[in-house]
């Protein structure tokens, strides 16, 4: 059983910073990628960012892409460095892990707020 804990939320002024972590426990050997996912009320969950063990290579959301910078280490922990934050990016912000190159995102984890205010 995999276990993923997301910390970092918070309140933030248009155009401040926020860094997000998440670290998963449990059976998490031989996982393909980790990223970020978030879900503003009455919207549909957008991918953000993610980050693959196997090739090193990060993939971002057009929304995201030159703002936020997805990092990971030891294949458990995925961080989100997110600069110039803007109200559009109040969400909860969830991570996941991926399996294989062609599965999808799952578990998740509880997800932590990001409130921007404008």
């Known amino acids: 059983q995999v276990q993923l804990v997301e910390s970092g939320g918070g309140l933030v002024q248009a155009g401040g910073s926020l860094r997000l972590s998440c670290v998963a426990s449990?059976?998490?050997?031989?996982?393909?990628?980790m990223g970020w996912f978030r879900q503003a009320p009455g919207k549909e969950r957008e991918f953000v960012a993610a980050?693959?063990?196997?090739?090193?290579?990060t993939y971002y959301g057009d929304s995201v892409k030159g703002r936020f910078t997805v990092s990971g280490e030891n294949a458990n922990t995925v961080h989100l460095q997110m600069n110039r934050l803007k109200p559009e990016d109040t969400a909860v912000y969830s991570c996941?892990?991926?399996?294989?190159?062609?599965?999808?995102?799952?578990?998740w984890g509880q997800g932590t707020q990001v409130t921007v205010s404008a």
């Open positions: 996941g892990i991926k399996w294989t190159k062609t599965a999808n995102f799952g578990p």
């Open positions: 980050t693959s063990w196997y090739d090193g290579n």
């Open positions: 449990g059976r998490t050997s031989g996982n393909y990628a």
